[in-house]
C-alpha cells in the first residue's frame, strides 16, 4: 500500500514526486510518458531559472530529477479506473487500475495527467489521420510545402500553426467559428495582413474529404448555412484541449469543461484524499511553472492529511 | 546490419527521440530532412502513405511515429 500515488508525467507530476521524495512519503508515480505537452516545443524560453530550453530537453530533466527522488516510477501505463475501498480515505483508501490490469492500492491520489487535444469529431477525420489531417502542426507543417491548407480554431494554438506554415503553404484557409480571433494580438496582426491567408469567419468544419489522403474539406457558413467544399491538401487541427480527469470522474466534482475543481489553497478536490494540480485542475492559467507550483501545494497538503490523520509510516 | 532510414523534419520532436534511441543503442541510420529534400518527401509517402513525421523503414519494415515497441521488433 502506498501513501501517495502521483498520476502523470509532466510538470505537475514531476514536482510532487520530487517533494513527496524528499517528504518520505511512500510514493509510486504512474504515467503513460514524461515530459507533458510542452514537450513538443522547440524553445521554451519561460521555465524560471533557464534561460532557454527545448521541450524535449526539458523533459529528460523532469524525468531524471523525478528518478532521483525515490518515488517508485510506473511508466508506460495509463490509469483507466479509481475506486473507493472501504469508503476512501481516511479510514479507507483507493484501488487504481491501468489499462494493462495492473492493481495500485494507496491512501491518497495526486491527479496531474493535464490535457490532451481535442478532435473535430467529423467524419473523415480519423480515417485521414496522418493522411493530411494534422494534429502537430510544429512537426508536420514543412511537409505541405506549395499546398493548400486549412486551420481549424481561432486560439494560441491556431495562430502558431499558421505561422509554422506560411514558410512552406501555398495558401492557408482558417476556419473560425465565431465573428473573431482570440490569441496574441500581435500575431494576429501579423496573421491577418498576411497575402496567404484567408480567415473564414462564422466557418464551422463539417467533413473531411479525401480516398487515400485528404483532398477537401467540407465547411458550412453559419449565418447563411452556406456549405463550401474548400480543396485542401491538409487540415490542422487546432482546437484546444481536453482535460484528463476521465479516471476519477465518478469521485470528483468537474467544472462544465470537464476540470477537477479544487480548493486554491491546498489543491484538494471535493473527494477525501484526491489532489489535483495542472492542466487537470480548474486553474486559471496553464503553465509549466504553475502546474509545479500548485503541485508543490499539493504535497504539503497531502503530507499534513497524512500526518494528520494518522496515516503516516515513515516516523512510525 | 540493420538498414534505418528515419523520414524528419528539423522541428519534430519525436524525430529526435527517434534519433537519439538510436544513437544510444549505438545504431547507425540514415536521415532525410522531408522539409528540405523534395525527392525523400516522395518517397515517404509512397513507402507509407503518411503526411506525417517521423516515418522510420528499418530493414523495410515502415514504422509510423516513434512507436518504441515497434522500432524494438523491427531491429535485427
Ligand atoms: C505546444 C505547447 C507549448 C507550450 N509552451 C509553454 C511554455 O512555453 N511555457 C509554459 O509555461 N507552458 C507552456 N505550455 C503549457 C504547459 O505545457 C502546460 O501548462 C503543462 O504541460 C501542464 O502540465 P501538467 O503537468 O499539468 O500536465 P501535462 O503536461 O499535460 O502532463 C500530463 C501527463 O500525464 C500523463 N497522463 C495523462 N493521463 C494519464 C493517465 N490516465 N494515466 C497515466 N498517465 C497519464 C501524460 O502522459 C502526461 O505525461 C505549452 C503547451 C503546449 C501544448
Redo the contacts between chains.
Sequence with gaps: MYELVIIGGGPAAVAAGVYAGRKRIKTALITESFGGQS??S?EIYNWIGTKAI???SLAQNLEAHVRDHGAEIIDGEIVTAIAKIDGGPPTGHFLITTKSGKTVETKTIFMATGSRRKRLGIPGEDRLD???V?F?S????????GKDIAIVGAGNAALEAAV?SIP?ANKIYMLVRGSEMRGDAVTQEKIKSHPKVTILFNTVSQEVLGE???TGLRTIEKTTNKATDLAV??VFVEIGSRPNSDPAKELVSLNQIGEIVVDHKTQASSCSGIWAAGDVSDVLYKQNNISAGDAVKAVLNVYDFLHRNHLFAANK | MNNIIIYSTPTCVYCKMAKEYFKTKGVEFTEHNVAEDDAAREDMLKKSGQMGVPVIDINGTIIVGFNKPEVEAALR
Aim: net charge positive.
Design positions: 514537450i513538443v522547440n527545448s521541450g524535449l496522418g493522411r493530411g494534422v502537430c510544429t512537426c508536420d507543417a514543412p511537409l505541405f510545402k509554422d512552406y487515400k489522403s485528404v491538401q491538409g
